[in-house]
Nanobody, 119 residues
């Protein structure tokens, strides 16, 4: 099992930036992909971005493409989400997740960090 801890959330004005971090521990050698998801009040959780742990290939949801950047520090076993040009509709609890297979659902989840963007 992999333990994930997010940090870096907060309150920011529209147009501002935040950087989220996700520190992984435990059986991190089993990780193949890590990703960011978010859930706004009254809405279902949605995919934001993903990165392959070894190669660093990335993929983004259309809603964040060009504004958000996912990255990872292999030595620190930490994943990041740089969020620029934030909009009020980006307000949500952001979760990081990890999975051990190339396909299928994510296996491990963090507790989430709140991001609030004011207009």
């Amino acid at each position: 099992q992999v333990q994930l801890v997010e940090s870096g959330g907060g309150l920011v004005q529209a147009g501002g930036s935040l950087r989220l971090s996700c520190a992984a521990s435990g059986r991190t050698s089993s990780m193949k992909h890590m990703g960011w998801f978010r859930q706004a009040p009254g809405k279902e959780r949605e995919f934001v971005a993903t990165i392959t742990w070894s190669g660093g290939s990335t993929y983004y949801a259309d809603s964040v493409k060009g504004r958000f950047t996912i990255s990872r520090d292999y030595a620190k076993i930490t994943m990041y989400l740089q969020m620029n040009s934030l909009k009020p509709e980006d307000t949500a609890v952001y979760y990081c997740a990890a999975k051990r297979e190339n396909r299928g659902a994510y296996d491990d989840w963090g507790q989430g960090t709140q991001v609030t963007v004011s207009s």
